[in-house]
Every structure is written in structure tokens, then in C-alpha cells.
């Protein structure tokens, strides 16, 4: 299993210009959600999805948009971008949701992105 | 106040020492604790979940106290890979996925 893949690892951005973040799981994990990191920040949750067709917002999801078609895809599109956009983007996954402990997110390998 | 609070350190501690990492959560509904490591410039992975009796993972010991909303990680016989960023991490509801982080604790194991 390749787990969490994103693509690109790195990318840079003008401002106004719009991307999309990749990210594919071969889990079969039903949970899957967006983040960015900045330093002395931590990670803030951008959007989540419990399942194909269905996906909501998290802490921080302005100018951001998601779709979940797939279980396996869960891209994140940059509609307009801005300077404050410039971060570190990861995507993670989990198992179903159930009771219990709670089980392990495993996250891909990041994307770097900056606009300028 | 922020979520999930942490030292941000850095900790700067000698081989084979013992090191402890603490961290306070301020939603008392929280059910779910866990310690993720993150190395530089690399994602976060797992490092292990808290349990309310506490439990120790062969050098590593997690520890939950909810009356105090305060969570703790003890490194024994530190180890020069231990060296990272560990993030602690929280979970509000069974069934609910969510997780908030911690800004992370940076560690620098010297040789």
C-alpha cells in the first residue's frame, strides 16, 4: 500500500492564481481531511469528509473548496490564491469511525506551497 | 486560550537522560488524548495514544490526568532519534474524527 499520497510536493503561486492540492489514500479509510501548518500555529484543520459525497468545513476553511467523489480522492482547490495561503498543506486519513480510543490518522507527505 | 496548549521548548537534553513533556487541553468533553512525533520537514505520525490508566510504550510513558485537563510524555534513556517535534493531540468526541493539535514540543537529543 502507498497509504497517503499528495502531489506536488512543492509549489509556488502568484497571487490570484487558483491550484489544486492532491491527495489519494489506498486504506479504503472513509475519513479524510485537509490541514495546513505554520510555524507556531500547529495544525489547524481546513475541511474533513466522513465519506464520499459528503464533506464539511473545519477551523479555518476561507478560501478554500473540497469535493469527495471517491473514497480515495480528496483534493483541495486554492480558488483565488494569497499571500496568507502560504504554508504547509497535509492531507490525513482514518479507518471508519467507531467508539473507542479513536484510531490513528496517517498523513501524507505534505505539500509546500508559497505565493507570492 | 488556545485548545491545546504546550511548551514550545526547544529541550536540549544529553543523551540518555530522562526527559517529560507536558501538555494542557481545555475542553473538558474531551475523550480521546494521543502523542504524535513529527520530524523536520517530514508529516506527523503516531507515536502512541493516552489512556486514562496511563501506559508505557517500551522507553516511552504517557500519562492522563482529566481532573487537571493535563497530559503528559516521559522519554526514558533518551535516544539521539528521539529527536523531533512531539505534538499532543485531542479528540473531543467517540465517533467524531476531528483531532486538535498542539503547536509541538521540539527536542534535540545531544550526543
Known amino acids: 500500500n502507498a497509504g497517503v499520497t499528495q502531489t506536488p510536493k512543492f509549489q509556488v503561486l502568484k497571487t490570484g492564481q487558483s491550484m489544486t492540492l492532491q491527495c489519494a489514500q489506498d486504506?479504503?479509510?472513509?475519513?479524510m481531511s485537509w490541514y495546513r501548518q505554520d510555524p507556531g500555529m500547529g495544525l489547524r484543520l481546513i475541511h474533513y469528509?466522513?465519506?464520499?459525497?459528503?464533506?464539511d468545513q473545519g477551523e479555518v476553511p476561507n478560501g478554500y473548496n473540497v469535493s469527495r467523489s471517491t473514497t480515495e480522492d480528496f483534493p483541495l482547490r486554492l480558488l483565488s490564491a494569497a499571500p496568507s495561503q502560504t504554508s504547509v498543506y497535509f492531507c490525513?486519513?482514518?479507518?471508519?469511525?467507531?467508539?473507542?480510543?479513536?484510531?490513528?490518522?496517517?498523513f501524507g507527505p505534505g505539500t509546500r506551497l508559497t505565493v507570492l | 486560550r488556545k485548545e491545546v496548549e504546550q511548551d514550545p521548548g526547544p529541550f536540549n537534553v544529553p543523551e540518555g537522560a530522562t526527559v517529560a513533556f507536558n501538555c494542557t487541553y481545555s475542553?473538558?468533553?474531551?475523550?480521546?488524548f494521543f502523542w504524535y512525533r513529527q520530524d523536520c520537514r517530514k508529516e506527523p505520525k503516531l507515536l502512541m495514544s493516552?489512556?486514562?490508566s496511563g501506559n508505557e510504550d517500551g522507553r516511552f510513558t504517557a500519562q492522563l490526568n482529566r481532573a487537571s485537563q493535563y497530559i503528559s510524555l516521559l522519554i526514558r534513556d533518551s535516544k539521539l532519534s528521539d529527536s523531533a517535534t512531539y505534538l499532543c493531540?485531542?479528540?473531543?468526541?467517540?465517533?467524531?474524527?476531528?483531532?486538535?493539535f498542539g503547536t509541538g514540543t521540539r527536542l534535540t537529543i545531544i550526543p
Open positions: 475542553n473538558s468533553a474531551s475523550q480521546s
Open positions: 469528509s466522513v465519506g464520499a459525497g459528503i464533506t
Open positions: 486504506m479504503n479509510h472513509e475519513y
Open positions: 490525513a486519513s482514518s479507518s471508519p469511525l467507531g467508539q473507542g480510543a479513536g484510531n490513528e490518522q496517517f
Open positions: 493531540v485531542v479528540r473531543a468526541n467517540f465517533g467524531n474524527e476531528k483531532l486538535t
Open positions: 493516552v489512556y486514562s
